[in-house]
């Protein structure tokens, strides 16, 4: 069993392939289940030179203290970045 305990492994294993084809319909889980749509708009940020990130695949058991659930599709679900950062406690 792999370990993500670590910023590099865990960077590592959101760089992956793998991590990166990992979505649900590409909405916002949260968002659904509120009555609200978030979508992924494929908005382009000048200021950055990339597409903006709108939406995030989220670890329901942390990666960290649940490597083996990394790839599980039940341990996973798409989430708008406002979500993800409420879900996180970085609520700016």
């Given at each position: 069993?792999k370990?993500?305990?670590?910023?590099k492994?865990?960077r590592?294993f959101?760089?992956?392939?793998?991590w990166?084809?990992?979505?649900d319909?590409?909405e916002?889980?949260e968002?659904?289940?509120?009555?609200?749509?978030?979508?992924?708009?494929n908005?382009?940020?000048?200021?950055v030179k990339?597409k903006?990130?709108q939406?995030?695949?989220?670890h329901?058991?942390?990666?960290?203290?649940?490597?083996?659930?990394a790839?599980d599709e039940?341990n996973?679900?798409?989430v708008?970045?406002?979500?993800?950062?409420?879900?996180?406690?970085?609520?700016?």
């Open positions: 069993m370990e993500n305990k670590t910023s492994q865990k590592k959101y760089d992956s392939g793998e990166k084809h990992m979505r319909n590409y916002c889980k968002c659904k289940r509120q009555g609200r749509v978030s979508i992924d708009t908005e382009y940020s000048e200021s990339r903006k990130i939406l995030v695949v989220h329901i058991k942390e990666l960290e203290h649940h490597p083996e659930l790839l039940d996973l679900e798409t708008c970045v406002d979500c993800h950062n409420k879900e996180h406690g970085r609520d700016f």
